[in-house]
């Protein structure tokens, strides 16, 4: 029910270390277009042709946001977003005098950058003087000649950067925010911010093999997704616990920046489907789907252990009747009664509905099906949710037969999701081959009622060996 904003944008504020990475030299923090006004009155000289001025200030704001947006000295455990050190940043003198030509560039395209066609990130736009260091970007005595022979900036940035680049205008302005989303993922855990760690996993494992692949990207922290996070941390040297805290969120980040090479001219390049939202924001009155059939189960659950909380019915759309119910909820768990299910909020109501679960004796359910775990179960998900379903599937193929046998293992691998499949087909449900709320409880309550003797008679379920 979260996420964050994953495009680039302007940074009000940047904060550069005087000096390389490692040492121990003063952090000073300065707006974003001040920054670019140093560095270009540093860098270049306020003689050269106009065009040439702009192409080298657009490179160098391009050059900077790729540092801020791939969180590269962040990612590493610094208090910084870049260095003033010239081998490996741009340089910066603070409190110099600045241009006045140069000031009024910036202050008309600080909002603008570099991206290649099909990328989302600003390019990381390298360049040099071209006359005592070399490099395969940008020279900047080169954009004085070319100014000179009348070429515009954009067409300059072209010649060093080819044809595929484009610039962004406009690039919103915001304060600066860490990417981290502020809690630590785990099973159960669901929104755009799962969604980008899973993302980001499957890329890194075709460097690394030995993470599992997450067969579904839907944002649902599943135990396919907790397998591959004790994976990578395996492999980096972190402490396994299948949950991506604050260290490991930034260890993801900082690896997959290295293996799709953002730090680098010829950048693999992320494309905008990988930081495309799947979820809203916010659940409110008038949303309908999937995620409000699973607030009102929830909500019915721990309506049935605290009579506080109010029990909306479970049809998928975010009525009165369910605003009162999630006011209920906020009321009596010490939160804001807006109505509105945001990300405290759901993560309140999960924590809830998991703990009622643990809490609750063994063989409490003498109904012979457990409650929804709380979660989708899908490809490449394990543990005992995987082998319940696998046990109800069991029985249900013995009337279903088009259903096939699998063997309890608690694995959910392509034979499990066959069986899935046979059954959401059989029984009217959106065959996707995953066991989330609706498919769980039709499968539960299948399974009830034929292990409950009341075996399936002509027209009873549909597809039955009655039939």
Known sequence: MNGQVNLPFIPEKITVHLGPPDSDAENVTVSFVDYIKNVASSEIYPTWPENALRANILAQISFALNRIYTEYYRSRGYSFDITNSTAIDQSFTYGRDIFENISVIVDDIFDTYIRRDGAVEPLFALYCDGQNTFCNGL???????????????????????????????????????????????????????????????????????????????????????????????????????????????????????????????????????????????????????????????????????????????????????????????QREYGLPETGVVDLETWEALFSVYQGMLESLPEGYFSATTEPYPGFPVRLGSRGEEVRRIQQYLNLISEAYPQIPRLVEDGIFGTGTQAAVLAFQSLFGLTPDGTVALLTYNRIAETYRALAEGEDASAGQFPGGAGQ
Request: proline share 5%; charged share 20%; hydrophobic share 40%.
């Open 139 to 329: 020279r900047q005595w080169e954009t004085v000649s070319l100014a000179n022979q009348g070429l515009g900036a954009f067409d300059i940035l072209t010649r060093f950067y080819g044809r595929d680049i484009g610039l962004v205008p406009d690039a919103p302005i915001q304060g600066a925010t860490e990417s981290f989303p502020g809690r630590t993922l785990s099973v159960g855990s669901s929104g755009n911010d799962v969604k980008l760690i899973q993302t980001r996993l499957n890329r890194i494992s075709k460097n690394y093999p030995a993470i599992p692949k997450i067969a579904l990207i839907d944002g649902i922290y599943a135990t396919d997704t907790e397998d591959a996070v004790r994976s990578f941390e395996q492999i980096f040297a972190l402490p396994q616990t299948g949950t991506v805290d604050r260290s490991v969120w930034y260890a993801i980040a900082r690896i997959y920046a290295g293996v799709k090479r953002l730090s680098d001219l010829n950048s693999e390049g992320i494309p905008p489907e990988d930081i495309t939202d799947l979820f809203a924001q916010e659940l409110s009155l008038g949303y309908t789907g999937r995620g409000a059939s699973d607030l009102q189960y929830f909500l019915r659950f721990i309506s049935e252990f605290n009579p506080a909380v109010e029990a909306p019915v479970i049809d998928g759309i975010f009525g009165e009747a369910t605003q009162s119910a999630v006011q209920s909820f």
